[in-house]
């Protein structure tokens, strides 16, 4: 079964996705929006990807006061999300946290390792801006299906972060990891098996040099990546890079025909057997980016995604997750 993961964005919007063909889409009223166009959930080979889930009481009662509450009553909803698919929280891989409130960040971390008390998944959790008044966390999973074996990796000289996640978790052949891709030995991987990476800085200005140094360690077919600025938990640190990496000879580039690849050390496309990962991708055409207006960017957007799904023989219909990043959330019902 093929499978792609698209990175995708324009210039008030980006966005992320994973799909196969042959896919098994699961919808749930918990966490679907439906004004949005995206699934609750979907299956797709030996993952299972949840949409956003934030704490939306199931019975329809609405989002209950208070940071905790809602994490707890998403972490339930994504609980319910797997149980339907004979899974529990313990076959969690990765999980993205997105904050309305960097200062919200203990009182999140207390309730989240309730729910994951031994060997975590990898995780980022970063500020940003949600669709739904009034929500002031989401959560977004994969899970590695029943069958595959997971593995916590934890590389020599590295004691178990004090926070409840872990450094990285290997699942069948794929790696995911949490912070920088420095833990890739741990799991027997380099560099040159990573196939895409999502950076999120706390300052835009910091995008040319983060590239600087980023290109020294991707010399050759750097991954797939999505670079977007949010805000960091730690006002120390003032980059976070989470990425995926995936063991196999069959590695290649996939460039669509006629496009001219960045300058900046990403590749438009990586593929691995039957995986394809996008990079993030914006609304820039032949004749140069599109108007300022969300929708003409996006429309933009989408095909040159679609441009290199083609080039790969695939098509949206393999997509099975998707991440839009905007600069402005008003944005999110034109998008």
Sequence with gaps: MRSA?????????????????????????????????????????????TGGVIGSRPDGGGLPEGVEAQIRQALENVRGMLRAEGMDLSHVVRSNVFLTDTRHFQEMNAVYRTFFPEDPPTRATVRADLPLKGALVQVAMVAARPGVERTVVTPRGMRTPDLPYSWGILAGNTLFVAGATSRLAGAGMDYQDVTSCNVFLDDPRDFSAMNEVYATFFTADPPARATVRAGLMNPVFRAEIQCVAVRGDSRKVVVAEGAVRSTSPFSPAIQVGADLYLAGMVGRGPTGYAPGDVEAQTRQTLPNLQATLYTAEMSFADVSDIVAFVTDIRHAPAI
């Design 5 to 49: 993961l698209l990175l995708l964005g324009t210039l008030p919007l980006g966005l992320a996705a994973l799909g196969g063909s042959g896919d098994t889409k699961t919808a749930n009223p918990v966490a679907a929006s439906p004004e949005l166009a995206r699934s609750a959930a979907v299956s797709s080979n030996d993952f299972f990807y």
